[in-house]
């Protein structure tokens, strides 16, 4: 069964659609050779209220559900993912945690001025040493009066370069292993906090990509969100959340994929016929549609599950496990059927084929979602 989109998330995905269009796609390949977002688009991003997506109205944002987020994923996917990725992980990771642990006085601080895009957010969980094992970070937290002490370091932080609210899990209680992780949330004025230089990467060019390093970070003790403890079983069902939403983003990559090779076939002759007349190449997009359309029904399987209530752990990981091995797949055969096109810039398809990578890394990779998937069917009960 679709899911129902309430219609104020059905107006705003058509306004997007129109603002990506419109200003996004046309500044795409200056993002991309720049590898930044332009000022004035960070600006008409605020004013369409894209920062507050995720964010509860009593605190200025639209307070849409992740059936919503969703829906706004899937149009991103159709445009720069750079852009799409500041967007993304500040009204999904970045927020998420404030959102479900924080206290009345932390959302009031905060969550007004991320919902309008003056204060940026980022979620820093992975560690040099701790990545596909995020239980073995060694940045720590110690708590001394109404301060903690944060040090360790932090890498491959999505937004950090411009971030200036930081969700950060540290350990507080070794021996409790993964229930003596807690999250702060750090400013990024707090003294210690520094942020490295943005990292040079395969595609996302326009988002940032940098390490962090607390150094003897000074937080107080009311920027601990939750209870001391809390950070790690946050932070994973943060994850989970986040899983679907790429997944989401990655459907509406596959959409344009498709729209642009199938365009190409129409359009492009040789031999004497438009390539769209070789077998070949039809069964290769009909394929690309199925992986789509399979994709698509598990984001809303996932969807159906979370609204019941429901874990949503398993049919989280099947639908981004899925989703982004068929995106690779996609964007591949994209590439085959515009030819030499395909793998030059100005067609924009091999910058796609760049950027569908990352999603079968970050937020767990396949091998750990396979291990998920597997952990809840040989579950006992
Ligand atoms: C562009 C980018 C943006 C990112 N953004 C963020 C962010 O905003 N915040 C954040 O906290 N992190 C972020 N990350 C980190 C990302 O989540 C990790 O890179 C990812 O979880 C993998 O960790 P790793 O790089 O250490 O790889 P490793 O864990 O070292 O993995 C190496 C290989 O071993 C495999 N492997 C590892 N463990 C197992 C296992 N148990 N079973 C089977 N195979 C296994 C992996 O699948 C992989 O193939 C980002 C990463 C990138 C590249």
Known sequence: MPIELSPEVRQFCEALRRFLEHEVEPRSRWIEEHDTIPDELM?????????????????????????????????????????????????????????????????????????????????????????????????????????YVLDGEKIYITNAGIADVFTVMAVTDKAKGTKGISAFIVERGFPGLKVGRNELKM???????????????????????????????????????????????????????????????????????????????????ADMAVARDASRLLVERALEIFARGERGTLEASVAKLFTTEALGKVADSAVQIHGGMGYMREAGIETMYRDSRITRIYEGTSEIQRNIIARELLKDG
Not at 48 to 77: H, M, Q, R
Not at 207 to 234: D, K
């Open 43 to 147: 600006q008409m991003a605020r004013d369409l209220g894209l920062f507050g997506i995720t964010i509860p109205e009593e605190y200025g944002g639209a307070g849409f559900d992740l059936a919503g987020k969703c829906a706004i994923e899937e149009e991103l996917g159709k445009s720069n993912y750079g852009f799409a990725s500041v967007i993304a992980n500040h009204t999904g990771i970045a927020t998420t945690g404030i959102v479900a642990l924080g206290s009345a006085g932390q959302k009031r601080q905060y969550l007004p001025r991320m919902a309008t895009g003056e204060l940026i957010g980022c979620f820093a969980l992975t560690e040099p040493q701790a990545g596909s094992d995020p239980a073995a970070m060694r940045t720590t937290a110690v708590k001394q009066g109404d301060r």
């Open 203 to 285: 595609g996302m060019h326009g988002v940032s990509t940098a390490p962090v390093v607390l150094e003897r970070c000074e937080v107080p003790v009311e920027n601990r969100l939750g209870e001391e403890g809390m950070g790690y079983i946050q932070a994973m069902k943060t994850l989970t959340w986040g899983r679907v939403t790429i997944a989401a983003r990655c459907v509406g990559m596959m959409d344009k994929l498709i729209a642009r090779s199938a365009a190409y076939m129409k359009t492009r002759a040789q031999g004497g016929r438009r390539i769209a007349e070789y077998q070949g190449l039809q069964w290769m997009l």
